[in-house]
């Protein structure tokens, strides 16, 4: 089998292929550039939980280390010169990390470097692509011209992707959403590891908004939220800005900082109208850009590869399945359109700051809590979608019971006792291109494995997860939120919920596996295709196909330019440039 082809060496791209090779998937990353990453400190990523924690276990290295990433240790929000919120992380709120780009890129490379299966191309941009009923061909230029062969590809080549122009997919959204000045520098501030929101504030210049977040080694980076359009930001500017922040936060003096990197930071909204054509998929910034309100693109991203992989796994080892391979987008593309959509609609509320709303008593404290939302990755700006209606979700049952996390949520990461009966967090688990079956027992916790893994209805359920479809894990947790006694829980090689049984029943689990790997769906899109055939047929026979003048049939396709900005979700642009100089029209 030809390997999959990863087009784009930023973190999306070394993340899918490092996912596809713990699933014996070979591939190929196509690199535009000499292999190493540019290190630039104010250009940073915070990841929700879920997506830190699958970066970590791919890359084996905890990111939370006092010289790479940092999690905070709570979240303030203030409004002139009141604080109006606060909130402290803890296990049951588990803190983002907060890592420069660079930091994070590294790891997954040395990762990569230790990985039989995955190969990196650098110096190689692709030019060209053919895709035909078995594979498709890429053709790269660089020191060598090259093609390559491959079963499937991903586009992971960022917001100008050339793997989206080649498909011919087109990419429609707003432009330049919001602006900020961004610096990175060391100090201290009073307010050592928790990150803080600063609307309105008091001095001269202090604009809108300005966010403060912390780093490890006594690094913070600071966003200056700007005008749209009309301001110039010059180095003198931004120190000045840097200058007055600190002096607010201090007390009136500026404490002595160290400035490690400055840029301007643009945001645009946009989405890829499709995500998969024949064999070739898109993927974060090529599929897709956010990031107003603090929302987060890259996190999305690593979403997407989690999602994409273990489906390309099954399709690469067991042949093409076009349901479960349509489901990546049917999935992916409705959540990122529902948290633009979020956003799209706050925002005249939030930067609007005139008319009635102002003076609606409360209104600042909520405008306070949906921007904190988006920071912190909760509510519906900020937390991680749910695939609500996937194509992939079994049908209902009388079997079926309510637990905490909706059906086609991420589960929560409650401890689980392994088969070989160490304790573990459920999340660890993930990632191996299985399915996991969790059986909630209360009381198991207290009593060795070997005591309990032959009572009672474990032998039975046991049978039943080694007759599903497709290879499974059963694993016994001691509780899991909104569950009662004898749940059983069954879980997507992505960490996502198929569905909450009410005990062992063989036939359901059976058949909710079977939903899960598209089995069900692409049955059903064989009828529907078959159903369609045979209505062709039937109206050929009766009236003949409308023909154009060629006698191809009279269908014409809209087109429109690929329109796509210049910069990335949380790319650092040099201080200085005009405001739009660099965006694109449309």
């Not at 010169?81 to 049951?92: A, G, I, M, Y």
């Not at 039989?116 to 650098?122: E, G, H, T, Y």
């Not at 001269?204 to 301001?231: H, K, M, N």
Request: hydrophobic letters at 40%; charged letters at 25%; one cysteine or more.
């Amino acid at each position: 089998m030809d390997p999959v082809i990863v087009v784009g060496a930023g973190p999306v791209g070394l993340t899918l292929a490092l996912s596809l090779a713990r699933h014996s998937v070979p591939t190929v990353i196509l690199d535009e550039g000499p292999g190493k990453d540019e290190q630039r400190p104010a250009r940073t990523a915070v990841l929700r939980e879920d997506t830190a924690g699958l970066v970590e276990r791919l890359a084996g290295h905890s990111f939370g280390d006092a010289d790479t990433g940092a999690r905070w240790t709570g979240w303030r929000s203030m409004r002139r010169k009141q604080v109006t919120r606060e909130l402290t992380f803890s296990d049951e709120l588990p803190s983002p990390l907060h890592v420069p780009q660079h930091v994070l890129t590294s790891a997954l490379r040395a990762a990569i470097a230790d990985e039989r299966l995955v190969k990196v191309a650098v110096e190689s941009k692709l030019d060209a692509l053919e895709q035909d009923a078995s594979g498709l061909t890429a053709h790269t230029r660089g020191p060598k011209d090259t093609w390559w062969r491959g079963s499937y590809l991903v586009g992971c080549d960022g917001p100008r992707s050339t793997v989206r122009k080649l498909l011919d997919v087109r990419f429609p959204g707003r432009t330049a959403v919001e602006r900020h000045a961004v610096a990175s520098l060391r100090t201290e501030l009073p307010w050592p590891g928790e990150a803080l929101l600063h609307r309105s504030p008091p001095w001269r210049d202090g604009g809108a908004e300005v966010t403060g977040r912390p780093l490890a080694d006594g690094v913070w980076r600071i966003d200056w939220l700007l005008p749209s359009r009309g301001e110039l930001v010059t180095p003198d500017v931004l120190v000045a800005r840097i200058r007055e922040t600190l002096a607010g936060w201090c007390g009136g003096a500026t404490p002595s900082y160290e400035l490690l990197d400055t840029g301007v930071h643009t945001v645009h909204h946009r989405v890829a109208r499709r995500w998969r054509v024949g064999r070739a998929f898109l993927a974060g910034d090529a599929a897709h850009l956010l990031g107003a309100l603090g929302t987060q693109g890259l996190d999305e991203g690593l979403r997407d590869a989690d999602n994409l992989a273990w489906k390309l796994a099954l399709a690469w080892h067991h042949g093409p399945r076009p349901a479960l391979l349509d489901s990546y987008q049917a999935e992916r593309r409705a959540v990122v359109a529902a948290r633009l959509r979020a956003a799209d609609q706050v925002l005249p509320v939030l930067r609007g700051g005139k008319g009635l709303r102002a003076y609606v008593p409360g209104t600042a404290r909520s405008q306070d809590a949906l921007l904190m939302d988006g920071h912190v990755g909760s509510g519906q700006l900020g937390a991680p979608g749910a695939y609500a209606d996937s194509p992939l979700a079994p049908e209902s049952s009388d079997s079926v019971v309510a637990v905490d996390t909706a059906p086609g949520g991420p589960v929560t990461d409650v401890e689980v006792t392994a088969p070989d009966g160490s304790f573990v967090r459920l999340r660890d688990r993930l990632g191996r291109g299985r399915l996991l079956v969790v059986l909630v027992a209360p009381g198991t916790v207290v009593w060795e494995r070997r005591h309990w893994v032959t009572a009672g209805i474990m032998p039975r359920l046991a049978a039943a997860v080694t007759a599903l479809p497709h290879p499974a894990e059963l694993l016994v947790a001691e509780a899991y939120p909104g569950a009662a006694a004898h749940t059983l829980l069954l879980v997507r090689p992505d960490g996502h919920l198929v569905t909450a049984l009410g005990g062992v029943r063989p036939a359901e689990l059976y058949a909710a596996a079977e939903a899960a790997l598209g089995v069900a769906a692409e049955g059903r899109r064989r009828a529907r295709a078959a159903a369609a055939d045979a209505g062709r047929e039937a109206g050929d026979a009766s009236t003949g196909a409308a023909e154009g003048p060629s006698g191809a049939p009279d269908s014409t396709p809209n087109k429109a330019p690929d329109t796509a900005p210049t910069s990335g979700n949380d790319r650092i642009e040099a201080p200085g440039v005009p405001p739009g100089g660099d965006r694109p029209t449309g």
